[in-house]
């Protein structure tokens, strides 16, 4: 048994103050956290409780944007009314993650933050995981990888990110809002998720005494022609093996801008813009969606038992532009 203490932050500046004491970590929904620290994944010694200082609002940026507080609940979010009509991806990935229970607890902020769903990762039984023990190994690589990474892996670590959110925000070209001991500073979403690399214990860009305040929308483009697919092995409470987000600009039937992010095959959100490119000035089939997704997957690189994600994610690229397109 590990003892915590236990801190209430009042406001940001406070939640600074305390975050910077020794193996200290912030608490909004806990919805993983509280998993890992079951699990002994997690060994927090003092847990500093975010969720009465403010940042839960959704609310108009002056350019046109929108700016989500980080403890905004998922559910709030999913079903704000500006969000609903004017990021309708968003809302979609939103709601095609978790469970209602969870979404209702579920941070924005917490969600970007969400660990790995590697079962090596979050069993302590499994002695091999450079992403919990440093320098250990990796027990996915020769092992059970069905739900691993085909995209962005390395030898030290093969793991997926599990946000369905954070695939829809790469597609939006979301920004977010950070501060911490050397003040504020804006994070693009595509870089603030890391690929493993030789050090996998770091999932993000953060360091770990700074605060996720808001994520930032920018002015809407992408408000009719949309569809976030996931693939999973259940219809719910289930993470992705492969999901996208897909975002048209369209115009006379051409495509004037496309989008298209991945989820469940990479150590975070995957986009190629180059790829992205190849739809504009285009009118949509399913062969020029098919040409992006093999640009998309070109680097492609399977393990014994996720071989099949590389197909199903060209045919669920096809389906997801397609199914956009239609939309209105
Ligand atoms: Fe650990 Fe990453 Fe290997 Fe999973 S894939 S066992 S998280 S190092």
């Not at 500093?48 to 403890?71: C, F, H, K, Q, T």
């Not at 022609?225 to 092995?233: E, P």
């Amino acid at each position: 048994m590990h003892s915590i203490e236990y801190d209430r932050a009042g406001d940001p500046a406070q939640a600074l103050r305390l975050i910077a004491q020794p193996n200290a970590k912030f608490i909004g929904g806990g919805t993983n956290l509280l998993d890992l620290m079951k699990g002994d994944v997690e060994q927090p010694a003092r847990l500093v409780d975010i969720n009465r200082i403010g940042l839960d609002r959704i609310a108009e940026l002056p350019g046109g944007g929108l700016r989500i507080g980080a403890l905004a609940r998922n559910s709030d979010a999913a079903n704000h009314p500006l969000v609903r009509t004017r990021y309708p991806l968003l809302s979609q990935a939103l709601l095609a993650g978790a469970s209602g229970q969870l979404r209702n607890m579920a941070t924005m902020g917490g969600n970007l933050l969400q660990r790995t769903r590697c079962p090596y990762f979050m069993d302590t039984a499994f002695d091999m995981c450079n992403k919990r023990r440093p320098g250990s190994g990796c027990g996915a690589r020769e092992g059970y990888n069905r739900m691993h990474a085909i995209l962005g892996a390395s030898e030290a670590c093969i793991a997926v990110h599990p946000s369905d959110m954070a695939v829809a925000l790469a597609a939006l070209d979301a920004t977010v809002q950070v501060s911490g001991p050397q003040g504020e500073r804006a994070i693009p979403l595509a870089e603030f998720h890391r690929l493993p690399g030789t050090t996998p214990q770091f999932d993000t860009v953060l360091d770990p005494r700074e605060l996720i305040t808001a994520i930032d929308l920018p002015p809407p483009l992408f408000q009719q022609h949309v569809h976030y697919l996931k693939v999973r092995d259940r219809a719910s409470y289930a993470f992705a093996l492969v999901s996208v987000a897909a975002a048209l600009e369209m115009e006379g039937g051409v495509v004037r801008q496309a989008r298209v992010a991945l989820g469940g095959v990479a150590h975070k959100p995957w986009r190629l813009p180059a790829a992205e490119a190849q739809l504009a000035g285009q009118s949509l089939s399913d062969e020029r969606s098919g040409a992006l997704a093999d640009a998309l997957l070109a680097g492609a690189r399977p393990f014994r038992d996720n071989r099949f994600k590389i197909d199903l994610a060209r045919r669920a690229i096809v389906r997801a532009l397609r199914n956009a397109g239609e939309s209105a």
